[in-house]
């Protein structure tokens, strides 16, 4: 009977030791909260993020990435990187510029662009600037500046909710 109970015992422990290595380290289910990545995400739907890839890989451009809010780390938002360290970044009546050139956003909806401009910023080193696909909906670095590297902590990859969107992220 001990025998027993120890191994039920060490195998709970391995699970949850494997269980907190991976969502440390590689994976971890994401609700998204508002409206601010349509039409790609909507509210409510859920996402796994990639915690593991930016280990390897560096942050891109385009990237949609999981981070805490840098006015609040206790909260988690979801928004499109536009531009990376060195670059420099600009709005102008809706369109989005990096480095001067104008960035093509085929993920954008006409209706969801606020045609506002915003002068140009240049992006520090060790920070992002990211923006929400819903333009007219988002809280993001027009508001409240770039985020710190640190602070983002994973890359939205797959959606398994609702399952009628079941999926890989792009």
């Given at each position: 009977m001990w025998r027993a109970l120890w191994e039920?015992?060490?195998?709970?422990?391995?699970?949850?030791?494997?269980c907190f290595f991976l969502i440390t380290f590689v994976a971890q289910a994401f609700r998204v909260q508002g409206t601010s990545m349509l039409p790609l995400l909507d509210d409510s739907e859920r996402?796994?993020?990639?915690?593991?890839?930016y280990r390897f890989h560096s942050i891109e451009r385009g990237d949609v990435v999981v981070f805490w809010y840098p006015k609040d780390p206790s909260v988690s938002f979801i928004k499109r990187v536009v531009a990376v360290p060195g670059d420099s970044v600009e709005l102008r009546r809706g369109?989005?510029?990096?480095?001067?050139?104008?960035?093509?956003?085929?993920?954008?909806?006409?209706?969801?662009?606020?045609?506002?401009?915003h002068a140009p910023v240049d992006v520090p080193?060790?920070?992002y600037y990211v923006l929400g696909d819903h333009r007219n909906s988002s809280n993001d670095s027009r508001t409240w500046g770039e985020v710190p590297e640190k602070y983002i902590y994973g890359k939205a990859f797959?959606?398994?909710?609702?399952?009628?969107?079941?999926g890989l992220i792009h």
């Open positions: 039920l015992v060490h195998d709970l422990s391995v699970a949850v030791l494997f996402i796994i993020v990639n915690k593991f890839i369109a989005l510029y990096v480095n001067n050139a104008r960035v093509e956003e085929p993920y954008l909806l006409p209706q969801f662009n606020d045609g506002e401009s080193k060790g920070y797959f959606r398994f909710w609702p399952l009628a969107k079941f």
